[in-house]
């Protein structure tokens, strides 16, 4: 049988990278073997559900290239894939009802007041509340009589409090625990839904799905999983848990900080495929370790053996690194049509903009980099004149002050104020003095743009000022290096 994964998320906000990453490894896991790769909305809890949400999923999973084989608007012959939908046609309250008939599943009526009343106990250092069984001891026809009244109830399964059970993960092989750990955890709720995990048992039997990925946090709670499919007598489906994604302080990623999700990143000017790329490394490393793949490559490459069971920093000091390397790889017209709106934001007067493009395009790494990086167009900067001395280049406020005495009245006689034409005058200059070219080039680039660090050279950014312009500010350098020597 092929592999058939699914991405099952509950339309509850914003697409955080932790749930991008399931859904990339579920599609790469799929399409490496051939496999059909499913989207299913699971919308049962219908207090978390957020208006928008999941239009969110698709836009998300559209934008990343994450095309799935079937789900609610392709239909595979596994539909509803909304579990809502799916609610309607009853499955779930027949699946519950089979297992209350084996016994592996109960009616419980015990209302809130006395579920309050029962005793905690400490689980691996957690404070839970385990359900006494009151009401597995309920003849039938006491459970009939409340059925029969109306009286609210939920469905338990009916997890045996003596002995261990087994389960197996593909990274963290068999992992066994105390059946005395196990609570007898709600199926179906009071309000008729099915519970999270128990719509996750059904749906993924029914839809023949192979493998099931999902973060580690949900390894406790796989025993429970496991002795449904024994309940039933399914075979279960190969389970993938994920590492934890932590922050640079390595605590857990927060979903609330701002950019966490694939829409932050998108608004803070991060490439779709640079994100995918780099979430795919969350965690998984190819066997020659080398960066930078396209998603046809990581589909090629990508063997879920050898996801890591330690946790994954989220570094965004080298998703910036990806994105500037994607960036760099750009066609210069799909680049110019994102850079466009960030240089005219920066930029009212008339310049250029492809050249200025074309001067940053190698130098940043998320495009909101291009405001503080061409400002200095739109304006000269107020700057301090001890910018002048660079050891390097062997320059000091003295040298610079006669550089650009010398070069003035060149450079306002010139006609030719293309970059070649500046660059020829500049050049013979430095001939003339017998100096290296950081000697002349560093005061003039200073004068005319007043930044420590410019997309490109002197002559480059005088081209695209124009003659007025560049003049206009290198007597400004002028003057603020003959004021600081009277100072």
Same mark, same amino acid.
């Given at each position: 049988? /092929? ?72 239909? &595979? ?111 179906? +709720? ?24 999902? &973060? ?69 490393? *190819? ?23 330690? *946790?994954?920093?989220?570094?965004? $000091? ?22 466009? *709106? ?48 660079? /050891?390097?280049? /062997? ?32 050049? /013979?200059?430095?001939?003339?003095? &017998? ?12 004068? $005319? ?22 003049? +206009? ?15």
């Amino acid at each position: 049988m /092929k592999n058939r994964t699914r991405y099952a998320p509950s339309p509850t906000g914003k697409m955080h990278v932790g749930n991008l990453r399931t859904a990339l490894y579920e599609f790469l896991i799929a399409k490496h073997e051939g496999g059909v790769f499913m989207l299913r909305i699971e919308d049962t809890d219908q207090e978390r559900f957020v208006e928008g949400a999941t239009e969110i999923i698709y836009r998300t999973l559209e934008r990343v290239g994450l095309k799935h084989d079937e789900g609610p608007d392709k239909d &595979g012959g596994y539909g509803p894939y909304v579990q809502s939908e799916r609610m309607k046609t009853g499955i779930y309250m027949k699946y519950a009802k089979e297992l209350v008939e084996k016994g592996e599943a109960y009616y419980c009526f015990c209302d809130k007041e006395r579920l309050d009343s029962l005793k905690t106990e400490v689980v691996e250092g957690k404070e839970i509340t385990i359900y006494d069984k009151h009401c597995l001891s309920l003849s039938k026809e006491e459970v009939e009589a409340n059925l029969a009244a109306g009286k609210p109830f939920v469905i338990r399964q009916n997890n045996p409090r003596e002995g261990t059970t087994t389960f197996h993960d593909e990274l963290y092989g068999d992992i066994t625990v105390e059946n005395a750990e196990l609570d007898d955890m709600i199926l179906i +709720k009071s309000d008729g839904y099915p519970t999270y995990n128990f719509a996750n048992v059904v749906d993924d039997h029914t839809m023949n799905i192979t493998h099931v990925v999902r &973060g580690n946090e949900y390894l406790s709670s796989s025993p429970k999983y496991a002795r449904l499919y024994a309940a039933f007598g399914w075979e279960p489906p190969k389970y993938v848990h994920l590492p934890l994604v932590t922050d640079e302080n390595h605590k857990k990623l927060a979903k609330r900080g701002g950019s966490t999700s694939f829409e932050d990143l998108m608004e803070q000017g991060f490439l779709a495929e640079a994100v995918v790329n780099f979430i795919a490394l969350l965690g998984w490393s *190819p066997e020659d370790n080398r960066e930078i793949f396209t998603l046809e490559e990581l589909i090629e490459a990508f063997d879920y053996h050898r996801i890591s069971k330690s *946790p994954a920093v989220y570094d965004i $000091v080298k998703l910036r690194w990806m994105n500037g390397e994607y960036i760099k790889a750009m066609d210069f017209d799909a680049f110019y049509g994102m850079a466009e *709106p960030y240089l005219k934001k920066a930029l009212t007067r008339d310049f250029d903009l492809r050249k200025i493009a074309a001067m940053v395009k190698t130098r940043i790494e998320v495009f909101p980099d291009i405001l503080e990086m061409v400002d200095f167009f739109q304006e000269l900067p107020e700057y301090d004149p001890a910018m002048y001395t660079h /050891k390097k280049m /062997k320059t000091n406020a003295q040298s610079s002050l006669e550089v650009l005495s010398d070069l003035l009245p060149r450079l306002e006689v010139q006609e030719d104020y293309s970059n070649d034409g500046l660059y020829q005058t500049l050049s /013979k200059y430095v001939e003339e003095k &017998g100096v290296k070219n950081g000697y002349v080039m560093w005061p003039v680039r200073t004068a $005319v743009s007043g930044k420590q660090t410019t997309p490109a050279g002197a002559t480059e950014i005088m081209e695209v000022l124009g003659k007025e312009e560049s003049l +206009k500010r290198i007597r400004k350098g002028i003057e603020l290096l003959r004021n600081a020597a009277e100072a």
